[in-house]
């Protein structure tokens, strides 16, 4: 059998296209929201039950998701989530009120908890740490991708046939990529196209907690006692709630707030997304740059990333200052750029410290705790749209991602300097707010 060349990158798109379909599930419920809360009489504190519902079940998933991929592996993994999420993502269709919506939401939320950590899991495998934050931003791009996809994909079902039909449509394009994945991944040590001299190079630049052999049950108390948890879990729960905001607020916000029609959202809502594209590819190659130009370490490299996205989120705070719905549309894209850029390097960061039988686990806490952040975030939405207004949110937003690079900053430590217990990191969370 021949071989591919740069089969790697190859198996990264796979990764990749799963993404795009595992986004395009979750941002249908965003583009459909103003048709089908008229059409069902479902109000904007209903709205955020139905989005926490999916959060919620989501954060709580995200461990065990993580956990099973460590255990069964990333190829099958996988495959099993993607069929679930597809189906839960088709049952959407039959809903018949806020209350039926929810409950399919949770659904979806327990099943597509697998996708960043599979995508983690598979970088693992397949790349050197040097370009591990490059991988990574390329299948992170699929998650700005499927939300590019889902407003003129969904508004075009709801023109010509109506909201259901979109849902069982993307639960269908989801079971005909569960089908490709199983037919085309391996692991490297199973890929018969794969060369040699590709299989080298990626094992030479691989660090030491990825070459140990045998399968090693990933231990939940653990990692959790690890301070590097910690340094990445507290700036995940800081900074999901910008994307989630993002990807389930942008269209009622614009028709609400903006007076946007349906024409104009499947027009312009998907701009903040091809944003967010940019920021994941760049704030992959941004950390070689860095530790190219500043002569940085590796995690070094991936905190000065953090913290460039952090400060490119003060975008977006001012929303509430712009004088036309066409340049808030400007402000959340470079709010989606500034987000995906820091957390494609949050996501890295997990597979730099973390070895291969804990890396998918480490993750999904990690993201447990992002998806935390993001559903208490949501309830307050209900709340709080209802009594000031959208603008205090947007600002809270960017203070929250500030506050998270100071974290990463001064909690996450190099995996050569002394690492302390978990139980000690919080006096240097508050310190390093203070600062």
């Known amino acids: 059998m021949g071989k591919v060349r740069g089969m790697r990158w190859w198996m990264i798109g796979l990764v990749t296209s799963g993404l795009i379909v595992n986004y395009i599930a979750r941002n249908s419920l965003a583009v459909a929201a103003p048709e089908m809360n008229r059409l069902l009489s479902i109000s904007t504190a209903q709205y955020s039950y139905i989005v926490a519902s999916f959060q919620a079940a989501y954060m709580v998933m995200q461990p065990i998701a993580g956990y099973v991929l460590d255990v069964v592996g990333t190829k099958i993994g996988f495959a099993i989530f993607a069929i679930a999420w597809s189906g839960a993502c088709m049952l959407h269709g039959t809903a018949n009120g806020w209350i039926s919506l929810a409950v399919f939401r949770g659904m979806l939320g327990l099943t597509e908890a697998a996708g960043i950590p599979s995508g983690l899991k598979a970088t693992s495998e397949w790349f050197p740490a040097k370009e591990r934050s490059i991988a990574t931003g390329w ?114 916000y614009m028709v609400s707030v903006r007076h946007m029609n349906l024409k104009e959202i499947a027009m312009f809502a998907w701009l903040p997304f091809l944003a967010a594209d940019i920021g994941c590819v760049l704030g992959g190659y941004l950390a070689p740059w860095y530790q190219k130009r500043f002569k940085t370490s590796l995690i070094t490299s991936r905190k000065l990333v953090v913290v460039t996205g952090s400060l490119c989120m003060i975008g977006p705070a001012c929303i509430g200052l712009a004088t036309s719905p066409y340049m808030a549309i400007a402000l959340f894209c470079i709010g989606g750029f500034a987000h995906q850029t820091l957390s494609g390097a949050l996501y890295t960061l997990a597979s730099d410290v973390f070895g291969k039988n804990d890396v998918a686990t480490a993750t999904g806490l990690t993201g447990m705790a992002g998806y935390a952040g993001a559903t208490l975030f949501s309830l307050a939405v209900g709340v709080v749209v209802a009594l000031v207004g959208y603008d205090p949110l947007f600002v809270a937003l960017a203070c929250f991602d500030l506050v998270g690079a100071v974290v990463v900053w001064f909690v996450l430590k190099e995996p050569g300097e002394p690492q302390q217990r978990a139980a000690d990191v919080v006096p240097h969370v508050a310190d390093a707010a203070r600062a």
């Open 139 to 252: 299948f992170n791009i699929g998650s700005s991708i499927g939300a590019v996809i889902a407003p003129p994909l969904v508004v075009w079902w709801v023109l010509h046939g109506n909201w259901r039909m979109a849902f069982v449509s993307i639960g269908v394009l989801g079971l005909v990529w569960s089908i490709l994945w199983l037919l085309l991944y391996r692991a490297p040590k199973d890929q018969p196209r794969l060369s040699d001299t590709e299989r080298d190079y990626i094992l030479a630049g691989q660090e030491a907690q990825y070459k140990t052999a045998g399968a090693v049950r990933p231990s939940w108390r653990a990692i959790i006692k690890r301070r590097a948890f910690w340094g990445i879990a507290i700036p995940r729960f800081l900074a999901e709630p910008a994307w989630q905001t993002f990807n389930f607020w942008i269209p009622l």
